[in-house]
């Protein structure tokens, strides 16, 4: 195999993967718009409804503050991560 046959190659491997980012990223961003759509639509008790729903399922922000306190209270991990040196 020539050098061209291996350059055509690599390029058209490179083509074909710049395909599939840039279909991936339309996909994501029309399904972004879609919903975003929906929102839009929705009636205000609709609104709230979904609202409620998203807070139950969204993770409490303390729970991360609580379990990291709790790991250096074990001595797991170290009070300042961006520390190399304990002395300081």
């Not at 020539?2 to 991936?24: H, S, T, V």
């Not at 503050?65 to 002395?87: C, F, H, Q």
Request: hydrophobic fraction near 35%; charged fraction near 50%; avoid cysteine.
């Amino acid at each position: 195999m020539g050098f061209w046959e291996r350059l055509k190659a690599a390029l058209g491997r490179e083509a074909d993967e710049a395909r599939d980012i840039y279909a991936d990223a339309t996909r994501r961003a029309e399904a972004d718009l879609d919903r975003r759509e929906r929102e839009l639509a929705e009636t205000p008790q609709e609104k709230l409804e979904r609202m409620a729903r998203e807070l139950e399922t969204a993770p409490d922000p303390l729970d991360e503050v609580r379990a990291r306190l709790d790991r250096m209270r074990a001595g797991d991990e170290p009070e300042d991560p961006t520390r190399a040196d304990p002395a300081g």
